[in-house]
Nanobody, 126 residues
Framework: QVQLVESGGGLVQAGDSLRLSCAASGRIVSRNTMAWFRQGPGKEREFVTTISWNGVITVYADSVKGRFTISRDNSKNTVYLQMNSLKPEDTAVYYC???????????????????WGQGTQVTVSS
C-alpha cells in the first residue's frame, strides 16, 4: 500500500556529514508515524529516531542524540535524516519505516511499523 525508498547513503570519513532521504509513494495514511532504524554488521536492527505525523515531536536513541536530526516534509512525502559528526560505529544499513498503529505518535518499537524501505548503506571509515 505504501512504498518507501531510501537514498543518500555512502562512504564517508569519521566526522563527516550525510543526509538520508526516504520517499513515500502509493496510498499514504495521513496521520502516520515515521522512523529510522539501522542494522550494523553482526548486530540486530536498532532504533535510531522517530517523528510524529506533523513533525512536532521527535525522539532519538542516546547513541545519536545531538548528532542526528530527523525531519519530514509532508508536502513532498519525504522524511530526512541529517547525520553529523559521523562515527565508525554509525556504519550500518539504514531503514526508513512508516506506520499508523501509533496514531501518529513517535514510537521506538518495530512492531508499530508495517512499511519498510529497502535500506541504504552508510559506511564511516576511521
Amino acid at each position: 500500500q505504501v512504498q518507501l525508498v531510501e537514498s543518500g547513503g555512502g562512504l564517508v570519513q569519521a566526522g563527516d556529514s550525510l543526509r538520508l532521504s526516504c520517499a513515500a509513494s502509493g496510498r499514504i495514511v495521513s496521520r502516520n508515524t515515521m522512523a529510522w532504524f539501522r542494522q550494523g554488521p553482526g548486530k540486530e536492527r536498532e532504533f535510531v529516531t522517530t517523528i510524529s505525523w506533523n513533525g512536532v515531536i521527535t525522539v532519538y536513541a542516546d547513541s545519536v542524540k545531538g548528532r542526528f536530526t530527523i525531519s519530514r516534509d509532508n508536502s513532498k512525502n519525504t522524511v530526512y535524516l541529517q547525520m553529523n559528526s559521523l562515527k565508525p560505529e554509525d556504519t550500518a544499513v539504514y531503514y526508513c519505516a512508516a506506520g499508523a498503529s501509533a496514531f501518529g505518535l513517535p514510537s521506538r518499537g518495530e512492531g508499530d511499523y508495517d512499511a519498510w524501505g529497502q535500506g541504504t548503506q552508510v559506511t564511516v571509515s576511521s
